[in-house]
């Protein structure tokens, strides 16, 4: 199944979301000096990884090559 540009930063806008909130929670903890946890803080850094590689120029561009390898194939088969 090919990943459609679109989709792409669909799940950007999402991970950005659920990052946001999660850095919410824990500002707001942090006031009650409640601690979020190593378990919350290794889920946003993963988060801030995920989202830095789909906003990269090397997966644009691979999804870019995918995109067009798909349209190729099919244009292959059709022959």
Do not use: H, P
Request: aromatic fraction near 6%; proline fraction near 0%; charged fraction near 30%.
């Amino acid at each position: 199944m090919a990943v459609r540009q679109k989709d792409a930063q669909r799940a950007v806008e999402l991970l950005q979301r659920y990052r946001a909130k999660l850095g919410q929670r824990a500002r707001s903890q942090s006031a009650d000096k409640v601690d979020c946890g190593e378990q919350d803080r290794q889920l946003q850094r993963s988060l801030d990884r995920v989202i830095t590689v789909f906003q990269s120029q090397l997966f644009n561009a691979l999804l870019g090559l995918s995109i067009l390898w798909m349209k190729m194939n099919r244009l292959n088969v059709r022959r």
